[in-house]
């Protein structure tokens, strides 16, 4: 089973998500995807859920099958799940907001978290 940070990886790789990142962010970015694109170079399984998730950006199905990918290999390497997730660590906190676009950012624990944008009216949270 996929971890949080695992989850967030694969759908930022899905997403397209270095399209709205700052330079330095876009290169860790990079990096990431590269040091996984070479982890993946012998798993032809998984090499083809990394390409079809690059290929079609925001299929939650190809996000999925990627999200898989790299639990399994993250689960029988954890210090490659080390490596992405430092990696990881110098993207997340440096992606920007662009256009009329939405970073919501949350890092800890906490009983409930709410997150909003736009809110129209009335607003009760009990």
Same mark, same amino acid.
Do not use: Y
């Given at each position: ?8 990886? *694969? =759908?930022?790789?899905?997403? /397209?998500? @270095?399209?709205?990142? &700052?330079?330095?962010? #876009? %290169?860790?970015?990079? $990096? ?19 390409? *079809? =998730?690059?290929?079609?950006? /925001?299929? @939650?199905?190809?996000? &999925?099958?990627?999200? #898989? %990918?790299?639990?399994? $290999? ?20 440096? =992606? ?31």
């Amino acid at each position: 089973m996929a971890d949080p940070i695992t989850t967030a990886i *694969a =759908a930022a790789i899905a997403g /397209g998500m @270095s399209q709205s990142l &700052s330079d330095q962010a #876009r %290169a860790s970015m990079t $990096a990431l995807t590269q040091r996984i694109r070479e982890k993946f170079g012998r798993r032809p399984a998984a090499k083809a859920a990394l390409d *079809a =998730a690059l290929d079609d950006p /925001g299929s @939650s199905a190809r996000a &999925s099958e990627l999200v #898989r %990918a790299l639990a399994e $290999a993250c689960e029988e390497d954890p210090e490659f799940g080390r490596q992405i997730r430092e990696l990881w660590d110098h993207v997340r906190p440096t =992606a920007v907001v662009r256009d009329d676009a939405v970073v919501n950012t949350f890092d800890g624990r906490a009983d409930k978290v709410v997150q909003l944008r736009d809110v129209h009216g009335d607003l009760r949270i009990s």
